[in-house]
């Protein structure tokens, strides 16, 4: 039986080969050799500390409002690790991690943080589309795009990024339909944390998983441990290989939490109690991955030490170089509304310059 | 402080609003307020803050996430008989709702010949300014005042949202409620207790002057009065109309004011191209060409995305274009 069936969601099982106390699942097996697992635990730890000063820096007034990732780490390296060059990626609005995965540079994503649309533009060559906002849209997105590298004859598949809010947008059963009725070589990847700002999971759905909802459009979904990385590589590996051999779909739950704020504009202590989290921290992603890493001795404080020191020195230079950018000039907001400027645009252009 | 024997507080447009909701869901009891987080985060700008614990979770209902869902069953709410208020997070979170609001909000009473109505309100913050993401800061009021059949009220001080509020929940048809989210917090002001209402379909007279007619609504009035005050200078004396609401429009208000003065200025944050400027230079065509001492000016946003904090600045209308556009008026 495949990983498709033995967790079929209405059997209500959800995948996980790493527990949280970093030993294995009986019978489990890592996808990843041991430098393999500490190249991706050393992202992981980037990732979160990136994503820190992220946060600290629009408290400081210096970045924008901030969507952070705190706590979906695992998912989000663990669903891009599988990719393959040519590959699209439809980011929601929390997709540090599968950008920095994708190859996106810290300081293009700082720049669009900070209020720079160029931060937007993806580098020739790394597939992955801004952000998009309005929540669950941009799922029907990557159907079209799987749909158009299928009619093409492209073996490359797409996946976009969810939450558990998204599920209820229109545009998401839309996007599981048409992807069901085409075969679309896409993933459904839900980062269930949980929350929609303050909406709990429970208030979401009347659904038990948000998985189980695949079986109605006709497709494999299944519930992953989204804290537990080897089990996110191990199930979207599987949804990839998939997806590119012309099976079609496959929708993912990863099942993890928001250990942070919705955004920097959010007050989570008024939805959520301090002891609603307290029963979700062990069962962080980078804990359990320490723990074994620690196991098969390759992690110590040491290591710990020289990985944190690498990144913040990084995550220094990062800032500054991002900073260092300057004011975008004003045709810079006229210039890429259309591939050439119109006439009314050039018109108003010239106006405001005329202003200033 | 005290009026008479009403309760006065300075208070600031959110939490005029919030007062608004209480006061008209204590008075009637078919009101009930939808949307994403409006339960017990009390909305993420706090205006419906504490109703939910006052009101019960069967009055005040955080809905799953999902816009046109919100809508679209507040439309079967209204004309099953209660008086839902559904609130859209974002003005950029909005368009999923077009369906609903243009073919069915718009035109039930229409086309059930009167036999089925819904008096429903949608409050909907909108506007930049607040240094906001992506999708945070449209002004798309002129695409809601095209649609037939709904009525659209952008409130622009403190006591204007409580009044305007109060009229658009009772009205009998459905209302579109923009709030300026960019002075939501900016303004305090005294603001009674208890119940006033301020017409629908009536302009406000700001200030009076004899120069120069400033058309304008919501965060705007703001701007205008600062380019007013500072055109004192020039010994230009400027009229302000706060449109307060923009469809249905008051021409009379704005054509008797440009009768007077003979000139016209009208601001707005929304792109320029099909923008309420447009619809109101025409009204003053037709109604008031001949007193014209030149043509009317647009101060507005531009037909592009509104840009992201760094460069939010340039997009947004500001009193020294204003003051630049009432000179060329001044001057033609």
């Not at chain 1, 941009?138 to 558990?164: C, E, N, S």
């Not at chain 1, 800032?319 to 119109?342: C, L, N, R, S």
């Amino acid at each position: 039986m495949g990983l498709m069936e033995d967790y079929h969601p209405l059997k209500g099982k959800m995948f996980q080969i790493l527990k949280p106390d970093g030993t294995l699942q009986p019978g489990g097996k890592p996808p990843l050799t041991d430098q393999e697992t500490l190249a991706l635990y050393q992202k992981m730890v980037f990732i979160r500390l990136a994503d820190q000063r992220a946060l600290s820096l629009q408290r400081q007034g210096r970045f924008g409002t901030y969507a952070p990732i705190w706590g979906q780490e695992a998912c989000q390296v663990g669903s891009t690790y599988p990719l393959q060059k040519g590959d699209w990626v439809f980011p929601a609005f929390r997709e540090i991690g599968a950008a920095l995965m994708m190859g996106i540079s810290l300081k293009k994503f700082y720049l669009y943080w900070m209020g720079n649309e160029m931060g937007s533009r993806a580098p020739e060559g790394i597939n992955m589309m801004p952000v998009s906002v309005p929540v669950g849209s941009q799922t029907l997105h990557a159907v079209g795009a799987a749909w158009a590298a299928k009619i093409k004859g492209d073996k490359i598949v797409t996946i976009a990024y969810f939450g558990d809010g998204a599920t209820s947008k229109g545009d998401f059963h839309e996007a599981m339909n048409f992807a069901g009725v085409f075969k679309a070589p896409t993933i459904f990847f839900c980062q269930n944390n949980q929350f929609a700002i303050s909406v709990p999971r429970s208030l979401q759905t009347a659904s038990k998983t948000i998985a189980q909802k695949a079986i109605a459009y006709g497709f494999d979904g299944i519930q992953v441990d989204g804290n537990d990385l080897f089990a996110v590589i191990m199930a979207t590996k599987e949804a990839v290989e998939k997806a590119r051999s012309g099976a079609g779909p496959t929708l993912i739950e990863g099942v993890t939490y928001r250990f942070g704020p919705h955004t920097t504009a959010d007050d989570p202590t008024k939805y959520r109690k301090e002891e609603e989290i307290e029963p979700w921290k062990p069962l962080d992603p980078l804990v359990r991955l320490r723990l074994y890493l620690k196991g098969r001795g390759l992690w110590n404080e040491e290591v710990e030490t020289r990985i944190t020191e690498e990144a913040q020195k990084e995550i220094d230079q990062t800032v500054k170089e991002a900073e260092a950018v300057p004011t975008p000039e004003v045709e810079e907001i006229f210039k890429y509304v259309f591939a050439e400027m119109t006439p009314p645009l050039k018109e108003q252009l010239e106006y405001l310059k005329s202003t200033l | 402080m005290a009026e008479g024997d009403r309760t006065m507080a300075k208070l600031n447009m959110v939490e005029a609003i919030n007062l608004a909701l209480r006061e008209e869901m204590e008075r009637d009891n078919r009101v009930v307020i939808l949307g994403e987080d409006v339960g017990k985060e009390g909305g993420v700008f706090r205006v419906t803050d504490g109703l939910q614990a006052k009101f019960g979770a069967d009055r005040v209902i955080d809905t799953p996430l999902a816009e046109a869902g919100i809508v679209g069953s507040a439309f079967g709410m209204a004309v099953y008989g209660l008086r839902p208020i559904a609130e859209i997070q974002f003005e950029g979170f909005l368009y999923p709702c077009l369906d609903q609001i243009n073919n069915h909000i718009g035109r039930i009473r229409n086309r059930s010949r009167g036999r089925f109505t819904c008096p429903l309100v949608i409050r909907l913050p909108y506007g930049g300014g607040i240094h906001a993401p992506e999708h945070h800061s449209d002004s798309p009021e002129a695409i809601l005042a095209h649609i037939p059949g709904i009525k659209v009220v952008i409130p622009s001080t403190p006591y204007e949202a409580k009044g305007l509020l109060f009229s658009a929940i009772r009205d009998p048809d459905p209302v579109i409620f923009f709030e300026p989210k960019r002075i939501y917090r900016a303004i305090r002001e005294e603001v009674p207790e208890g119940d006033y209402t301020i017409p629908l379909g009536k302009a406000r007279l700001v200030q009076e002057g004899k120069d120069v007619t400033m058309v304008v609504w919501g965060a705007m009035v703001r701007e205008a009065l600062n380019a007013a005050e500072q055109l004192k200078a020039d010994k230009i004396e400027a009229e302000i109309i706060d449109l307060r609401t923009i469809s249905p429009i008051d021409s009379e208000t704005i054509v008797t004011s440009i009768r007077k003065t003979g000139r016209g200025v009208i601001v707005h944050e929304a792109p320029k191209t099909c923008g309420l400027g447009a619809e109101i230079i025409a009204l003053i065509n037709e109604k008031a060409l001949l007193s014209l001492q030149a043509p009317i000016e647009r101060v507005t946003g531009f037909d592009i995305p509104v840009p992201l904090m760094k460069t939010e600045h340039y997009y947004l209308p500001n009193p020294k274009r204003i003051i630049l556009a009432v000179k060329r008026v001044m001057s033609f």
